[in-house]
């Protein structure tokens, strides 16, 4: 998420994320569809659709489509390499999120929401405004709170 970003909006998006992602944790798989040929057709459509909308992108797009029912693939333009920016915070609060249930659910080592970490300087990266302002050694945040500050940055 961008600083420029309305912060109810991005809290609003992640949000839905992590209700979606939530409710897909523990879940079985679901067993594969039979691959008949409306399947393999929906497949090719879907495929050259991705490919048209690349070709037509104004610069470089790169996708990675997995269907869960069967593990088949896309991949369009799998070989760059593109930086991550801001996305990656959706993989850390997505892995948060899921030790926090798991530790709900009575496993042990995994983070938790409400686990506390206390400020030290080293931990900072560029551009860490936030957290550049906190008191080394004082300032106590829980998981939940550095959540919240990724949105904000």
């Not at 691959?35 to 610069?59: C, H, M, P, Q």
């Not at 990675?64 to 390499?81: Q, S």
Request: charged letters at 25%; glycine letters at 6%; aromatic letters at 6%.
């Amino acid at each position: 998420m961008c600083c420029g970003e309305n912060p109810d909006m991005s809290l609003a998006a992640l949000t839905i994320l992590l209700v979606l992602a939530t409710n897909t944790f523990g879940q079985q798989k679901p067993e594969p569809i039979s691959r008949d040929t409306g399947s393999d057709l929906f497949w090719k459509k879907l495929e050259n659709r991705v490919r048209e909308i690349a070709e037509r992108f104004d610069g470089v797009m790169g996708a990675a489509i997995l269907d869960l029912t069967d593990d088949r693939i896309i991949l369009c333009n799998a070989d760059r390499v593109f930086p991550t920016a801001s996305s990656i915070k959706i993989a850390i609060l997505l892995e948060l999120y899921r030790q926090d249930q798991e530790t709900r659910a009575g496993a042990k080592k995994a983070a938790r929401l409400d686990d506390t970490y206390t400020f030290d300087p080293k931990d900072l990266v560029e551009d860490s405004r936030i957290m550049a302002g906190l008191t080394a050694g004082v300032t106590h945040v829980t998981n939940r709170d550095l959540a919240q500050f990724t949105l904000l940055l």
